[in-house]
């Protein structure tokens, strides 16, 4: 016997949430959308392409679309930067190969500091108790001579102090004290950050 198929509207639909639709739009302006469209598409013509010793050009390019770069700073041609504007970063700080950059909201990178490759800074989030999942934001501040390590997940609202060393594959949810090293999922305490002065 066949049966005939019923009509399935898609996840998200007022019918089958009872959410009104209105409220799923995108929390974003539309010229927050236009100015991402616009730099995605410098970023996968001008940015994503270059060699990586260009680290200038594309300093130039971010400046152009309202970051904060200071002196020396080298952002790899592979790393994902959301939304130029909120991002800032001093003098010879760093984002390594493939980074992502999530900064909805503001990202602020202290002079000296590296961002090892596979990371990812999180700002945003969605308020999961309430039905329409609205979008929620927080600022990551991470201090002066500050190491990342490989493949770091970084969540919104947290700060790194500066010196701090965050443990490869690590995941941030809480602030960092200044010269410490952390590490692990959630990220804790392992020791105080001691550096060597081996200057004759």
């Known amino acids: 016997m066949v049966h005939q198929q019923e009509h399935i509207k898609p996840i998200g639909s007022e019918e089958l949430t009872g ?8 929390a974003l302006s539309v010229s927050n959308r236009l ?11 001008l940015f994503r392409p ?8 594309r300093r130039m390019l971010l400046r152009l679309f309202g970051a904060k770069i200071g002196r020396g700073v080298h952002v790899h041609p592979s790393v994902r930067v959301f ?3 909120t991002l800032e970063m001093g003098d010879h700080s760093c984002l390594a190969p493939f980074v992502d950059c999530y900064c909805v909201d503001r990202v602020r990178i202290g002079a000296h500091s590296t961002i090892s490759q596979y990371s990812f800074l999180c700002t945003a989030s969605h308020d ?5 999942l609205p979008l929620t934001t927080s600022p990551i501040d991470i201090g002066y001579s500050v190491w990342i390590c490989a493949d770091v997940y970084v969540g919104p609202g947290v700060k790194v102090g500066d010196g701090a060393v965050v443990g490869v594959r690590s995941s941030v949810y809480k602030d960092v004290a200044a010269w410490t090293v952390v590490g692990g999922n959630p990220a804790k305490f392992i020791k105080p950050r001691i550096v060597r002065n081996n200057a004759s």
């Open 19 to 26: 959410v009104d639709q209105s409220l799923c739009r995108s």
């Open 35 to 45: 100015g991402r469209l616009m730099w995605g598409m410098v970023w996968l013509t």
């Open 50 to 57: 270059t060699p990586k010793v260009l680290y200038g050009w």
């Open 83 to 85: 939304s130029p504007w």
């Open 128 to 132: 999961y108790e309430q039905a329409h």
